[in-house]
Nanobody, 133 residues
């Protein structure tokens, strides 16, 4: 299986910014769908953003206007630029790569209790984002 790795998390104050990165070893992100998800303590898995099948980008309402998803020119790294962070954004953030084309969770219906419990896709280890005053 491909190794999916996230990085870029950390501790920031309210209003700060972070840029998360995701790579999938030996793979290119034009080969499969992918998305960003997060896990907040006491919450189900939450969709943050994803590439639709037509390669348009979807953002949840909480991310819209603050977060930007992109990839580099070589399609080896996907980013999540997070701006104007708030305490509610404190979570473990995960990159999900649908390498086997089995279907990402699209944010509809019953959410997975834990992001990594959705076993149809490859998950990174997660990167912690902590936002405080």
């Amino acid at each position: 299986a491909a190794l999916v790795v996230e990085s870029g998390g950390g501790a920031v104050e309210v209003g700060g910014s972070l840029r998360l990165s995701c790579t999938a070893s030996g793979r290119y992100f034009d080969e499969f769908p992918m998305g960003w998800y997060r896990q907040r303590p006491g919450h189900n898995c939450e969709l943050v953003s994803l590439y639709r099948r037509d390669f348009t980008i979807y953002y949840t309402d909480s991310a819209k206007g603050r977060f930007i998803m992109s990839m580099d020119d070589f399609k080896t790294t996907v980013y999540l630029q997070m701006n104007n962070l708030a305490p509610q954004d404190t979570a473990i953030y995960y990159c999900a790569a649908d390498i086997q084309h089995r279907g990402l969770w699209d944010g509809l219906g019953k959410p997975p209790t834990t992001c990594r419990g959705y076993s149809y896709v490859a998950w990174g280890q997660g990167t912690q984002v902590t936002v405080s005053s």
